[in-house]
């Protein structure tokens, strides 16, 4: 072998050890649930980071928190395998099932109404979510109008009042609704099921 071979080889493998995943991740981890097993383990392991001391601080940092809260977190690791873990306010999606009192959202958000929330909902989750790092520098209004984005995303109708007897209806004739939807889908996937197999 040629000695600019050979040299273009120890460089090639110089440049192929030296893979850098980058120093930032996101992801959403369930509040004081963090463990090092799937999926959250070969995430921080990827990054260099002690998994155990990891688990140990935001289990620690979500103790108040309702156990399973589903939490967005960003980390940015620093050379020295030392981190910085910054965790939001739960998305707005789950407060907005929360207030809606609803499991899941529409299938078709366009078309139909999974559920329905008052304004005063709408200006309470904004209020929360303006604690986010991201959302901090933004007035309230615009948090709002934000909030009312991911409800019509999800199926969730803002009215200006909600009226508790009317509503309650409304809720046991999407429950039949969501049953049947949940039922075709089992018969859609039993059905490529037995296709494929």
Same mark, same amino acid.
């Given at each position: 072998?040629? /000695?600019?071979? &050979?040299?273009?080889?120890?460089?090639?493998?110089? +440049? #192929?050890?030296?893979?850098?995943?980058?120093? *930032? =991740?996101?992801?959403?981890?369930?509040?004081?649930?963090?463990?090092?097993?799937?999926?959250?383990?070969?995430?921080?392991?990827?990054?260099?980071?002690?998994?155990?001391?990891?688990?140990?601080?935001?289990?620690?940092?979500? /103790?108040?928190? &309702?156990?399973?809260?589903?939490?967005?977190?960003? +980390? #940015?690791?620093?050379?020295?395998?030392?981190? *910085? =873990?910054?965790?939001?306010?739960?998305?707005?999606?789950?407060?907005?099932?929360?207030?809606?009192?609803?499991?899941?959202?529409?299938?078709?958000?366009?078309?139909?109404?999974?559920?329905?929330?008052?304004?005063?909902?709408?200006?309470?989750?904004?209020?929360?979510?303006?604690?986010?790092?991201?959302?901090?520098?933004?007035?309230?209004?615009?948090?709002?109008?934000?909030?009312?984005?991911?409800?019509?995303?999800?199926?969730?109708?803002?009215?200006?009042?909600?009226?508790?007897?009317?509503?309650?209806?409304?809720?046991?004739?999407?429950?039949?609704?969501?049953?049947?939807?949940?039922?075709?889908?089992?018969?859609?996937?039993?059905?490529?099921?037995?296709?494929?197999?």
């Amino acid at each position: 072998m040629s /000695k600019v071979a &050979k040299k273009l080889k120890t460089v090639a493998k110089k +440049v #192929t050890e030296k893979i850098n995943h980058g120093n *930032k =991740l996101s992801t959403y981890i369930p509040s004081g649930m963090a463990v090092a097993g799937p999926p959250l383990g070969p995430q921080l392991g990827q990054k260099n980071i002690n998994i155990a001391a990891f688990c140990k601080e935001f289990n620690e940092k979500t /103790k108040d928190y &309702k156990e399973g809260l589903p939490l967005p977190c960003r +980390v #940015t690791v620093n050379p020295d395998r030392t981190f *910085k =873990l910054t965790i939001h306010q739960p998305p707005t999606s789950y407060f907005l099932k929360q207030a809606a009192g609803i499991q899941r959202g529409s299938m078709k958000a366009y078309q139909e109404t999974s559920g329905m929330v008052s304004l005063k909902h709408v200006y309470e989750i904004a209020k929360i979510k303006q604690q986010d790092p991201p959302l901090q520098l933004l007035p309230l209004e615009i948090i709002c109008k934000l909030v009312i984005r991911s409800a019509h995303t999800i199926g969730i109708k803002v009215v200006p009042n909600l009226d508790p007897v009317e509503y309650g209806k409304f809720l046991q004739e999407r429950k039949a609704i969501n049953e049947q939807q949940l039922q075709e889908l089992k018969d859609k996937k039993a059905a490529k099921l037995l296709r494929t197999g």
